[in-house]
């Protein structure tokens, strides 16, 4: 099992920018492929980026690119998701999340997942 607890969620205005974090527990964190997703209210959860085990390789949706940064620390067990430039349509709850096997975008690839922090951004 791996427990992963999400912070650094809030309002802000569009143009501005967050850091979330996930903080991990349970197995070593170094062994899971982290990911972050998203859900905007009345639409189904969405791939945001992943990150490989070492660090090493990313991947990002396209609306994305550019703006948010994902990184992790393996000697502290987190994963960071630092966003710029947000937009209002990057308003959503963000979840963290664990895959064991491979770096995918798919939300049923990642077998662990964490409660979820809301980001929302005002025009």
């Known amino acids: 099992q791996v427990q992963l607890v999400e912070s650094g969620g809030g309002l802000v205005q569009a143009g501005g920018s967050l850091r979330l974090s996930c903080a991990a527990s349970?197995?070593?964190?170094?062994?899971?492929?982290m990911g972050w997703f998203r859900e905007a209210p009345g639409e189904e959860r969405k791939f945001v980026t992943a990150i490989s085990r070492s660090g090493g390789t990313t991947i990002y949706t396209d609306s994305v690119k550019g703006r948010f940064t994902i990184s992790r620390d393996n000697a502290k067990n987190t994963v960071a998701l630092q966003m710029n430039s947000l937009k209002p349509e990057d308003t959503a709850v963000y979840y963290c999340?664990?895959?064991?096997?491979?770096?995918?975008?798919?939300?049923?690839?990642?077998?662990?997942w964490g409660q979820g922090t809301q980001v929302t951004v005002s025009s």
């Open positions: 999340a664990a895959d064991r096997a491979t770096m995918s975008s798919k939300v049923s690839s990642y077998d662990y």
């Open positions: 349970g197995r070593t964190f170094s062994n899971y492929i």
